[in-house]
Every structure is written in C-alpha cells, then in structure tokens.
C-alpha cells in the first residue's frame, strides 16, 4: 500500500473502528472554512458557549 492511496481498502483500515462523531470531527477540522472561522476567538467563544449559530453552520449539535 501506497501512503495517500485513496483506491486502496488499507488506506481506511484504521476507520472501522471508529464512532460517527470521531469520523465526523476528523473531516470538519479539515475543512478551510471552518478553520478560518475557528481562529476568531469571538467564534470559539460563541461556539463553546453553546450560543446558537455557529453550531447549526457546522451541525456540531449532537444528540445523545
């Protein structure tokens, strides 16, 4: 196997062990946009306070 071979099945090996929201944080915090708006602290603090907004953009509200 070839590193960054997305054709091969061992390349996403290491994802069958791994919850929905793990999966889905992995992909988020690669995103350019979100990373853009997660360095402005005004963002992070909206957002680890719960206050709605930047959670519905990003759809960071889990259930359960």
Known sequence: MTI???RSEGAYEHLRDTNWRDY?????RRNDDYQAQYADPEFR???DAGVHGPERCW???FRG
């Open 45 to 47: 603090a909206r957002l």
């Open 59 to 61: 759809g960071l509200r």
């Open 4 to 6: 960054g071979d997305w």
């Open 24 to 28: 889905a944080w992995e992909y988020l």
